[in-house]
């Protein structure tokens, strides 16, 4: 018969009740807490170091727009003087630590800030207006690059020094060591101008002027073109880097005891391929990739101006230009805040993936 | 019969198709380009920076009053009918009729006084010459002076009148500013002046023959539509004016292309080779401007006169030019701080004979440095009387490709006479900041400027580079440290600066060309600087789209804000090749 009283423990079999001390060690030797703590530091020291190191860049937003008036409406240096500090709340002249404390100020409460340049213009208004391009360019790119890549450089690790494990080779050592933005020169001028396979002009931007943005399939196949000299671009500068490192991975992994053991136990190749090589080798890619991840908040400075693809890179390059200062710093926190937190995600992957990683950082 | 029926139904069929293809016919475009800046950051207040700025193309929507012709030396009236002064006291312009805003209502002398008043907040140097601007009657406005001048004309004409739809609450409450004297830190001023910069209008409204609409803004282009009521809207030959966005390099493969077909920009020679190969023309207007080697005067023996006039006997200005622009790079002939295109205009025959042409000669800057006290050691370099060789640094602006390579050739040119230049590139705005704060010892920097006015041109020399910081109440820098006092074989000047800020004011013409006289003699004589040569245009003009005038018509020498493009789209004198 059941009893409804409790079972009777000892106090030994109780989990031992901890002090508030002794959680708060615990607490600190947590390796996911730590990486978040490190990462945290990390972008405050960045914000930090690119808030000051922008100031030092010569000239500043007044000076930028004084020499565009001078040069475009030819007027005198005091009347530029003049238009430019009634343009602008922003004093060249103020304590640059006391500019600092109000920007900390701000950004803690999640405010980047008006625009210099633009007054009126909210820096988080700019940001939204240009990120999600360069999100879907950039990250379009390297997932198609990624994909190819993995699967070109297993097959190449499959078929090691063949004719085609070599072409691949050459092929992928090219395209890595040339800049991405000589690939855009190229495919601009030579199919763009000579061989006018396309309209340069109407690639350009990131879709059909005529178009209405929204949910149709017109708009989406015109945002699609207008990406796809861009993403090309990007796809022929990253790719060489996935089949590389993916034929290595592969090769190694052909390697191990495990594999030679499932074939010996007769298991089908594309099984082994598949439960057995493929999830093994593309483990370090998945690293690669979640660290690729928040290098694409910065996209490509050059190719988007090269392409006119009006992205995150493409506004950067205006705002330095300008030395809209709270612009290029909005930008700058956005990509620092993307590349470390990836980083952070490939730390905690690769802690689950092994474990000794947490285990030898002091996590028990 | 039935081949009767069969030949008019055949003719029906053709008229058909023709009237379709007339039907479909495409609307009719300028394809030109410059470089903008979309929103959110750019926008409509014209007031504002940051406004989506289309340069020269502004004035197809928010037109002048008038465009000062270059080449006839006087005023054609864009929005205005008529103009002129009332006496030394005050300035009248009496509107065009019938020509409308785009949001329907008529332009009148209201947007006049509107675009005065709320320019005065963004300091508008014109309220320097002036004192108040008033409606007469619905198309006349009269701006009273303080001091009348052809420059206060310059700045009344010249500037793009902005609706009172949209700006006139702001002229309203400026206007007591104004009559108060109120400046910025006031706090009714910085109040307004804040609202201003701030205001973002949801559309734009103009004047001109086009108008920009808020769904034709892309990333690669924006499209200016016909505004049917604008001034010359039944003239122009265009329905759609399509502007490219984008920098020098970014343009280049749409004008190879052939789909941008007029670019005011700075091609690099090589890729104007590329032009001519493809059969585009090239425009060359003077710019009225280029660089010039400038000297830091703090440093002995930089501030030797003798030594600046010996260096400019030593360099060929018509190989440095040739070298940096191709063609568009042109010698500086009359080296009087002005272009040879104003000089002619406004130095008496007496004066341009009396003028040093400084034409290249080896021996006379060899006999030049001698009387200045120097020899050459016996490397054949030149020492100054302790024997140190003249050895110097020449900084330029790396990113701009014709100064880097004026400023290369000029060091070739000058280590081959006998000097140690070292050449070095540095960030044009950091270099420009070196200049103002007199670290420096050579620089190129540009002289002269896109103004009828030859004064203008001086404060390039005397204010822009020299001063600078002393200005702006820093009390540092002081730029290339000319001394504005100078005394000169035609007698003493008290203040360059002032003499060149002076000699566009008042009506008394022959008396401005007295003082622009003595601003070319002194300039002439003391060299504060060598121009090199002037920047001529290489603007490329595809002939089999545009149908434009003859290189080398009058047309072409307008610049600045005065600028020939805008001025032959808006008279009808550029039209479809086809």
Same mark, same amino acid.
């Given at each position: 018969?059941?009893?409804?009283?409790?079972?009777?423990?000892?106090?030994?079999? $109780?989990?031992?009740?901890?002090?508030?001390?002794?959680?708060?060690?615990?607490?600190?030797?947590?390796?996911?807490?730590?990486?978040?703590?490190?990462?945290?530091?990390?972008?405050?020291?960045?914000?930090?170091?690119?808030?000051?190191?922008?100031?030092?860049?010569?000239?500043?937003?007044?000076?930028?727009?004084?020499?565009?008036?001078?040069?475009?409406?030819?007027?005198?240096?005091?009347?530029?003087?003049?238009?430019?500090?009634?343009?602008?709340?922003?004093?060249?002249?103020?304590?640059?630590?006391?500019?600092?404390?109000?920007?900390?100020?701000?950004?803690?409460?999640?405010?980047?800030?008006?625009?210099?340049?633009?007054?009126?213009? $909210?820096?988080?208004?700019?940001?939204? $207006?240009?990120?999600?391009?360069?999100?879907?360019?950039?990250?379009?790119?390297?997932?198609?690059?990624?994909?190819?890549?993995?699967?070109?450089?297993?097959?190449?690790?499959?078929?090691?020094?063949?004719?085609?494990?070599?072409?691949?080779?050459?092929?992928?050592?090219?395209?890595?060591?040339?800049?991405?933005?000589?690939?855009?020169?190229?495919?601009?001028?030579?199919?763009?101008?000579?061989?006018?396979?396309?309209?340069?002009?109407?690639?350009?931007?990131?879709?059909?002027?005529?178009?209405?943005?929204?949910?149709?399939?017109?708009?989406?196949?015109?945002?699609?073109?207008?990406?796809?000299?861009?993403?090309?671009?990007?796809?022929?500068?990253?790719?060489? $880097?996935?089949?590389?490192?993916?034929?290595?991975?592969?090769?190694?992994?052909?390697?191990?005891?495990?594999?030679?053991?499932?074939?010996?136990?007769?298991?089908?190749?594309?099984?082994?391929?598949?439960?057995?090589?493929?999830?093994?080798?593309?483990?370090?890619?998945?690293?690669?990739?979640?660290?690729?991840?928040?290098?694409?908040?910065?996209?490509?400075?050059?190719?988007?101006?090269?392409?006119?693809?009006?992205?995150?890179?493409?506004?950067?390059?205006?705002?330095?230009?300008?030395?809209?200062?709270?612009?290029?710093?909005?930008?700058?926190?956005?990509?620092?805040?993307?590349?470390?937190?990836?980083?952070?995600?490939?730390?905690?992957?690769?802690?689950?993936?092994?474990?000794?990683?947490?285990?030898?950082?002091?996590?028990? | 019969?039935?081949?009767?029926?069969?030949?008019?139904?055949?003719?029906?069929?053709?008229?058909?198709?023709?009237?379709?293809?007339?039907?479909?016919?495409?609307?009719?475009?300028?394809?030109?380009?410059?470089?903008?800046?979309?929103?959110?950051?750019?926008?409509?207040?014209?007031?504002?920076?940051?406004?989506?700025?289309?340069?020269?193309?502004?004035?197809?929507?928010?037109?002048?009053?008038?465009?000062?012709?270059?080449?006839?030396?006087?005023?054609?009236?864009?929005?205005?009918?008529?103009?002129?002064?009332?006496?030394?006291?005050?300035?009248?312009?009496?509107?065009?009729?019938? !020509?409308?805003?785009?949001?329907?209502?008529?332009?009148?002398?209201?947007?006049?006084?509107?675009?005065?008043?709320?320019?005065?907040?963004?300091?508008?140097?014109?309220?320097?010459?002036?004192? +108040?601007?008033?409606?007469?009657?619905?198309?006349?406005?009269?701006?009273?002076?303080?001091?009348?001048?052809?420059?206060?004309?310059?700045?009344?004409?010249?500037?793009?009148?902005?609706?009172?739809?949209?700006?006139?609450?702001?002229?309203?409450?400026?206007?007591?500013?104004?009559?108060?004297?109120?400046?910025?830190?006031?706090?009714?001023?910085?109040?307004?002046?804040?609202?201003?910069?701030?205001?973002?209008?949801?559309?734009?409204? +103009?004047?001109?023959?086009?108008?920009?609409?808020?769904?034709?803004?892309?990333?690669?282009?924006?499209?200016?539509?016909?505004?049917?009521?604008?001034?010359?809207?039944?003239?122009?030959?265009?329905?759609?004016?399509?502007?490219?966005?984008?920098?020098?390099? !970014?343009?280049?493969?749409?004008?190879?292309?052939?789909?941008?077909?007029?670019?005011?920009?700075?091609?690099?020679?090589?890729?104007?080779?590329?032009?001519?190969?493809?059969?585009?023309?090239?425009?060359?207007?003077?710019?009225?401007?280029?660089?010039?080697?400038?000297?830091?005067?703090?440093?002995?023996?930089?501030?030797?006169?003798?030594?600046?006039?010996?260096?400019?006997?030593?360099?060929?200005?018509?190989?440095?030019?040739?070298?940096?622009?191709?063609?568009?790079?042109?010698?500086?002939?009359?080296?009087?701080?002005?272009?040879?295109?104003?000089?002619?205009?406004?130095?008496?025959?007496?004066?341009?004979?009396?003028?040093?042409?400084?034409?290249?000669?080896?021996?006379?800057?060899? +006999?030049?440095?001698?009387?200045?006290?120097?020899?050459?050691?016996?490397?054949?370099?030149?020492?100054?009387?302790?024997?140190?060789?003249?050895?110097?640094?020449?900084?330029?602006?790396?990113?701009?490709?014709?100064?880097?390579?004026?400023?290369?050739?000029?060091?070739?040119?000058?280590?081959?006479?006998?000097?140690?230049?070292?050449?070095?590139?540095?960030?044009?705005?950091?270099?420009?900041?070196?200049?103002?704060?007199?670290?420096?010892?050579?620089?190129?920097?540009?002289?002269?400027?896109?103004?009828?006015?030859?004064?203008?041109?001086?404060?390039?020399?005397?204010?822009?580079?020299?001063?600078?910081?002393?200005?702006?109440?820093?009390?540092?820098?002081?730029?290339?440290?000319?001394?504005?006092?100078?005394?000169?074989?035609?007698?003493?000047?008290?203040?360059?600066?002032?003499?060149?800020?002076?000699?566009?004011?008042?009506?008394?013409?022959?008396?401005?060309?007295?003082?622009?006289?003595?601003?070319?003699?002194?300039?002439?004589?003391?060299?504060?600087?060598?121009?090199?040569?002037?920047?001529?245009?290489?603007?490329?003009?595809?002939?089999?789209?545009?149908?434009?005038?003859?290189?080398?018509?009058?047309?072409?020498?307008?610049?600045?804000?005065?600028?020939?493009?805008?001025?032959?789209?808006?008279?009808?004198?550029?039209?479809?090749?086809?």
């Amino acid at each position: 018969m059941a009893t409804l009283n409790p079972p009777i423990r000892s106090a030994s079999s $109780r989990p031992p009740s901890l002090t508030a001390s002794a959680r708060l060690r615990r607490l600190a030797r947590s390796y996911t807490l730590r990486v978040f703590a490190q990462a945290v530091v990390t972008v405050w020291a960045v914000i930090t170091f690119t808030f000051f190191l922008i100031r030092l860049m010569p000239g500043n937003p007044v000076d930028v727009y004084i020499d565009f008036l001078m040069n475009q409406q030819n007027i005198t240096y005091e009347e530029a003087r003049a238009r430019a500090a009634s343009q602008f709340k922003f004093d060249p002249d103020a304590n640059i630590f006391v500019q600092y404390g109000e920007y900390m100020g701000r950004l803690i409460q999640l405010d980047l800030g008006e625009s210099i340049t633009s007054t009126g213009t $909210r820096v988080i208004e700019q940001i939204a $207006r240009f990120l999600p391009w360069t999100v879907f360019s950039v990250g379009l790119g390297l997932f198609i690059s990624f994909i190819l890549g993995v699967t070109i450089g297993t097959i190449m690790a499959y078929l090691r020094n063949s004719w085609l494990d070599n072409l691949f080779s050459l092929l992928a050592s090219i395209l890595g060591a040339v800049p991405n933005y000589i690939w855009g020169l190229l495919i601009l001028i030579v199919f763009g101008v000579q061989l006018q396979w396309f309209q340069v002009g109407a690639l350009r931007g990131t879709y059909n002027s005529s178009l209405t943005p929204g949910f149709n399939l017109t708009f989406l196949l015109s945002v699609l073109t207008h990406a796809a000299l861009p993403v090309l671009v990007y796809v022929l500068g990253s790719i060489g $880097r996935w089949m590389l490192n993916m034929r290595n991975s592969t090769i190694g992994t052909l390697g191990e005891d495990y594999v030679s053991v499932a074939r010996a136990r007769g298991l089908p190749p594309s099984r082994i391929l598949l439960a057995y090589v493929g999830r093994n080798a593309a483990l370090p890619m998945f690293t690669l990739l979640a660290i690729d991840i928040g290098f694409i908040i910065g996209g490509s400075v050059i190719i988007e101006e090269l392409f006119v693809y009006k992205g995150i890179g493409s506004f950067l390059f205006w705002s330095i230009s300008q030395r809209d200062y709270t612009s290029m710093q909005g930008v700058f926190l956005v990509i620092t805040i993307s590349v470390v937190f990836s980083n952070v995600l490939a730390d905690l992957l690769y802690s689950q993936l092994d474990p000794r990683v947490r285990v030898g950082g002091g996590e028990k | 019969m039935r081949r009767g029926l069969f030949i008019f139904l055949l003719l029906t069929l053709a008229l058909a198709l023709a009237v379709g293809a007339v039907g479909a016919q495409e609307p009719t475009r300028f394809a030109g380009g410059w470089p903008y800046q979309l929103p959110p950051d750019g926008h409509f207040n014209s007031y504002a920076s940051g406004v989506i700025n289309l340069g020269i193309y502004w004035d197809l929507m928010e037109p002048p009053l008038g465009v000062y012709m270059w080449a006839q030396g006087a005023y054609e009236g864009m929005l205005a009918e008529r103009f002129g002064f009332e006496g030394d006291e005050a300035y009248t312009v009496t509107l065009k009729s019938g !020509v409308s805003w785009s949001d329907g209502s008529p332009v009148t002398a209201r947007d006049i006084v509107t675009t005065f008043y709320t320019g005065y907040l963004i300091g508008w140097a014109v309220w320097n010459d002036i004192s +108040s601007v008033e409606a007469v009657d619905d198309r006349t406005a009269r701006f009273v002076f303080k001091a009348p001048s052809q420059a206060a004309e310059r700045r009344i004409l010249t500037e793009q009148i902005r609706p009172a739809s949209v700006y006139g609450a702001f002229a309203e409450r400026a206007k007591p500013l104004v009559e108060a004297g109120a400046r910025a830190g006031s706090a009714d001023f910085d109040a307004l002046l804040s609202e201003l910069t701030t205001f973002r209008p949801e559309a734009f409204v +103009s004047a001109g023959p086009y108008v920009l609409l808020p769904e034709n803004i892309t990333d690669a282009k924006v499209v200016l539509v016909k505004n049917e009521g604008g001034l010359n809207a039944d003239i122009v030959a265009f329905d759609e004016v399509h502007l490219w966005n984008g920098e020098t390099e !970014v343009v280049t493969p749409l004008v190879l292309n052939g789909e941008l077909w007029y670019g005011t920009y700075g091609f690099p020679p090589a890729t104007e080779a590329q032009f001519i190969q493809a059969g585009i023309d090239i425009i060359r207007g003077p710019s009225y401007s280029g660089p010039a080697l400038y000297f830091n005067h703090a440093i002995e023996p930089l501030n030797n006169v003798k030594l600046r006039q010996a260096l400019a006997y030593a360099i060929n200005r018509e190989q440095n030019g040739f070298v940096s622009l191709g063609e568009s790079g042109i010698a500086n002939e009359c080296m009087c701080g002005m272009s040879d295109n104003l000089a002619s205009v406004w130095l008496s025959d007496e004066v341009m004979d009396s003028l040093n042409y400084y034409d290249y000669d080896r021996a006379m800057a060899e +006999s030049l440095m001698i009387e200045a006290g120097f020899s050459r050691s016996a490397a054949g370099k030149w020492t100054d009387a302790g024997g140190n060789v003249l050895a110097f640094e020449l900084i330029f602006p790396a990113e701009f490709l014709d100064w880097a390579a004026a400023a290369e050739n000029v060091t070739a040119q000058l280590n081959d006479f006998g000097l140690e230049i070292s050449a070095r590139g540095v960030q044009f705005q950091q270099q420009q900041q070196d200049v103002y704060d007199n670290n420096f010892q050579l620089a190129i920097r540009n002289w002269g400027v896109g103004s009828p006015f030859p004064g203008q041109a001086y404060l390039q020399a005397y204010d822009r580079y020299n001063g600078q910081g002393e200005l702006a109440g820093e009390g540092v820098g002081g730029g290339m440290r000319f001394p504005q006092s100078v005394e000169y074989s035609g007698g003493t000047i008290e203040n360059l600066r002032q003499l060149a800020l002076d000699s566009s004011s008042g009506l008394d013409i022959d008396a401005q060309r007295a003082r622009v006289a003595m601003l070319a003699l002194s300039y002439n004589e003391l060299l504060p600087a060598i121009p090199l040569w002037e920047r001529y245009g290489n603007n490329p003009l595809n002939r089999a789209k545009l149908n434009a005038p003859p290189n080398g018509d009058p047309v072409y020498i307008n610049a600045g804000v005065d600028h020939f493009m805008p001025y032959l789209i808006m008279t009808g004198g550029i039209t479809p090749a086809v």
